[in-house]
């Protein structure tokens, strides 16, 4: 199957470029076409438009950054829809509410292509060591066929229900992420104020029974943080948002996701929207008096 890529930030790119090493052929579209060139150096076949990757390719990805990119890039005449037709199936990889996505799904069936919701579980450096984790919502038959293609993205591809399923699954597991990094500031602040080293706090929180892996490899954010976030103070937000609104609908208290999104919006607050998520520990140490570290 000729696979096609739609949206090429930190994840999509990469998860292109394992698809590369395994030999698939590739069209791609990013809104900024610099930042795909190195994919294209690679071997990507670009495409002018979304639609143009949808009209090319037989199975096509999306993988941006909420509902309304989503919809930048699905609907219109340039969009993915204009592009599917029978026998293709769209694979959308971002995470946006479950009603969106069964809502979407059905424009896909009226096409006469079958959409699945495929998020994923991991980061920058699970995806580049093949540790990547995928849910799937969506028909069976059409997730049977591109399984080999998810497959090259990641190992650990599960197939949960029906469309939305899988959006629903990300968000009930992302919540958790924010709300381990803000008990995990918390700690290291303690032992930080009461006279430990940062770094010597560091280590010891993350040989310790609550090092889970998202802390092992973000925990270390709080000593430097990177050039280009890994998931931003926004993207989180957007993530629990979608959480609470959920736990309305189903009737589920969320009382610390509630908590942890107070404490983004006092990031966003403080100007640090752009920073990574693991700036949570940055806002508490300003609140518990300590100096700006970051500007």
Known sequence: MKVGFVGLGVMGSRMVKRLL??????????????????????????????????????????????????????????????????????????????????????RVRQRGAQMLDAPVSGSVVTLEEGRLSIMVGGDREAFERVLPVLQDIGPVVTHVGGNGQAVLMKVATNLSLAVQMLAFSEGLLLAEKGGIPRETAVHVLLHSVIASPMLKYRGPFVLRMPEEAWFDVNMMQKDLLLALEMGRELNVPLPTTATTNEYLTAARGLGLARCDFAVLFEVLARLSGRPPELA
């Open 21 to 106: 090493d395994r030999g698939r052929a590739v069209v791609g579209y990013n809104r900024t076409r610099a930042k795909a060139q190195w994919l294209l150096d690679l071997g990507m076949e670009w495409a002018d438009s979304p639609r143009a990757v949808a009209e090319a390719a037989d199975v096509v990805f999306t993988m941006v950054t909420d509902t309304k990119a989503l919809q930048a890039v699905t609907a219109g005449p340039d969009g993915i829809l204009a592009g599917l037709g029978p026998g293709k199936v769209y694979v959308d990889m971002s995470t946006v509410s479950p009603a969106a996505s069964r809502a979407l799904a059905e």
